[in-house]
């Protein structure tokens, strides 16, 4: 009986854990209207680097009406040209940008 109540504490926090990691879908598809406030909300409020930062927006969020992965473009050309357009020059340098393309093009289509 002992077994039975230490297991109700477990069981109450396992739908918990699954609302507080995004849910089933297994991942966090919140929309955003422009490609700064993804950054600003990745980097700023849930303390991402700077490169996971940009790769996060590219890749798992709608983006001003598009979809997922797909505002970041085909190639590191389009994403830096993108990137640098859309997030304020004071909160990232262009090698960081560059750098976090060249790894969104590997992880992109994983």
Known sequence: ????????????????????????????EEPYDTFQDCYTDHHEVEAFDIITSIKICCIDHPIGGQDPNIVCGETAQDCVDFVDAEVADADVTLPDIEQACDEYLVERNQ
């Open 1 to 28: 009986m002992r077994f039975v109540r230490s297991l109700i504490p477990v069981l109450f926090a396992l739908p918990l854990i699954g609302v507080a990691c995004g849910g089933d879908d297994g991942g966090d």
